[in-house]
C-alpha cells in the first residue's frame, strides 16, 4: 500500500485564539489558512474546538475559509468558565490517523506542553514538519525541547494580524476576524 503524502494542520483552536489575543491582537484565521498552504502544503486543516451553540456563524467562517472544525461537547467549570478540553481528542486523532496512513505530514499549532509527546513521535516517525505556536513565552519548554522546527506567530504579526475592512461593521466574536 502505497503511504498517504497528505500534510494535515492540527490546530488546539483554544490556545491559539488565547495565546494570540493574551498578545494584545487578533490572528486574521484567512491569512493564516494561506499561510499553512503557502509556506506547509497543508491540504487540510483541522481546527479542535469545544462546541458552542452560539458560535454557529464562527464555524460556518471557518469552514469557508478553509478549516474543518473538530468538535467536542463542552462543559462548565468549577469557576463558571466553558471547557472543552480538546488536546485528547487531538492527540488521539492525530496518531490514530497517521498508523492509519491517512496522512504522511503533520503542522502542530499549539504552544501546549501536552502535545510534547505527540511532537516527539510525530519527530521520531518523519511525520511532523513543524510547531507553530503563538510566540517563544507561550510555547511549552516541553515542546520546544522536541526536535521539531519551530515558528512563532508572533514574529509574523505583520502578516497574520486581522484588519477590519468596511464589511467588519458587527464581528461575531472578538479574536475571530471576518471579511
Not at 452560539?54 to 468549577?78: A, H, I, K, M
Not at 505583520?158 to 458587527?170: A, I, K, T
Amino acid at each position: 500500500m502505497q503511504k498517504n503524502t497528505r500534510t494535515v494542520a492540527l490546530i488546539d483552536g483554544a490556545n491559539l485564539h488565547r495565546n494570540i489575543s493574551e498578545l494584545g491582537w487578533k490572528l486574521d484565521y484567512r491569512k493564516f489558512r494561506t499561510f499553512l498552504s503557502e509556506c506547509y502544503g497543508v491540504e487540510c486543516a483541522l481546527i479542535f474546538l469545544g462546541y458552542l451553540p452560539e458560535n454557529r456563524r464562527l464555524y460556518q467562517d471557518l469552514r469557508r475559509w478553509g478549516y474543518s472544525p473538530v468538535f467536542r461537547q463542552t462543559c462548565r467549570g468549577f469557576d463558571g468558565s466553558v471547557k472543552g478540553n480538546c488536546d485528547g481528542n487531538l492527540a488521539v486523532w492525530a496518531v490514530a490517523s497517521f498508523f492509519e496512513q491517512r496522512y504522511s505530514s503533520a503542522v502542530l499549532v499549539s504552544g501546549d506542553g501536552d502535545f510534547a509527546a505527540l511532537a516527539s513521535f510525530l519527530v521520531s516517525r518523519g511525520g511532523l514538519k513543524g510547531i507553530i505556536a503563538p510566540s517563544w513565552q507561550g510555547c511549552s519548554r516541553f515542546l520546544r525541547q522536541t526536535r521539531a522546527d519551530l515558528v512563532f506567530l508572533d514574529r509574523l504579526k505583520s502578516q497574520l494580524q486581522y484588519e477590519p475592512g468596511p464589511r467588519d461593521v458587527n464581528p461575531i466574536l472578538p479574536g475571530y476576524g471576518r471579511n
